[in-house]
């Protein structure tokens, strides 16, 4: 487990943009769990949209995103490098995330060569699939 200091530890995201509080499993390199609070408080809400708060499809992709670097960063060999988002595939949103849920988030590392790599990521609130993508990344 992970808790906030220790993610900010390793991912260079800060506020508004750190999008993963708690980390719950973790195979360095391999998968990992863990999820966001969604509250009103979040930034994103007071444009999107300020009558109907739900929470950006592309943000979601982000926290995944964000997620699976916390487990390449984990790894001796990429600690303290940044890592970037080079694109998504099968991405597929299936149901609005808004204040008040707890968005679960699950990536395993699928494919991993040097510092370029893919993961099927997965994003889920009260057990329902709400996101699911594969989102490839590179370390720099």
């Known amino acids: 487990m992970m808790d906030i200091n220790e993610i900010r530890e390793i991912l260079p995201h800060r506020y508004p943009f750190l999008l993963v509080d708690r980390v719950t499993e973790v195979v360095?390199?391999?998968s990992i769990k863990g999820y966001k609070n969604v509250t009103?408080?979040?930034q994103f809400f007071q444009g999107h949209f300020p009558e109907k708060p739900i929470m950006p499809g592309v943000l979601?992709?982000?926290?995944?995103a964000q997620l699976g670097a916390v487990s390449i960063l984990s790894?001796?060999?990429f600690k303290?490098?940044?890592?970037?988002?080079a694109g998504a595939d099968k991405v597929k949103w299936r149901k609005p995330v808004v204040p008040?849920?707890?968005?679960d988030l699950s990536c395993e590392i699928i494919k991993l060569r040097g510092p370029i790599g893919i993961g099927k990521a997965v994003a889920t609130v009260e057990g329902k699939k709400v996101c699911e993508a594969e989102i490839m990344f590179a370390i720099g």
Not at 80 to 85: D, N, Q, R, S, T
């Open 28 to 30: 360095e390199g391999k």
């Open 40 to 42: 009103i408080n979040d």
């Open 60 to 64: 979601i992709l982000e926290a995944l």
């Open 75 to 77: 790894m001796n060999e």
């Open 80 to 85: 303290g490098k940044i890592p970037m988002f």
């Open 100 to 103: 008040g849920d707890r968005l």
